[in-house]
């Protein structure tokens, strides 16, 4: 049984940092494709950040420079660190996992549809006040 679940999540004023984590079970997630997802009030989920199985990394254009996607490996926990955190930023933020038989490297988990990934975690809120 795949499960995913975030914590790190909190209130921030702008310019603040946060890092998010995501502890993973039930499989070995250096295998999948991973992704940080995020879903503001009224509007669609949207990517943030991916982290392919062979260590290669994405970012959403809004996050660059400015998020780090990264995977304790031996604690199975993905994390995402936010720093200088805008008030647009504000959302849930989900974790997600995609993997075998889906390709689940480089590219493939770069530009894999939202749908495609499988295991969701149940979210965690960030709040960025101005």
């Known amino acids: 049984q795949v499960q995913l679940v975030e914590s790190g999540g909190g209130s921030v004023q702008s310019g603040g940092s946060l890092r998010l984590s995501c502890v993973a079970s039930g499989y070995t997630s250096t295998r999948y494709c991973m992704g940080w997802f995020r879903q503001a009030p009224g509007k669609e989920r949207e990517g943030v950040a991916t982290l392919g199985s062979d260590g290669s990394a994405s970012y959403a254009d809004s996050v660059k420079g400015r998020f780090t996607i990264s995977q304790d490996n031996a604690e199975n926990t993905l994390y995402l660190q936010m720093n200088s955190l805008k008030p647009d930023d504000t959302a849930m933020y989900y974790c997600?996992?995609?993997?075998?038989?889906?390709?689940?490297?480089?590219?493939?988990?770069?530009?894999?549809?939202?749908?495609?990934?499988?295991?969701w975690g149940q979210g965690t809120q960030v709040t960025v006040s101005s």
């Open positions: 997600a996992a995609r993997g075998p038989p889906l390709y689940t490297r480089g590219r493939y988990c770069h530009t894999a549809v939202r749908q495609s990934f499988g295991y």
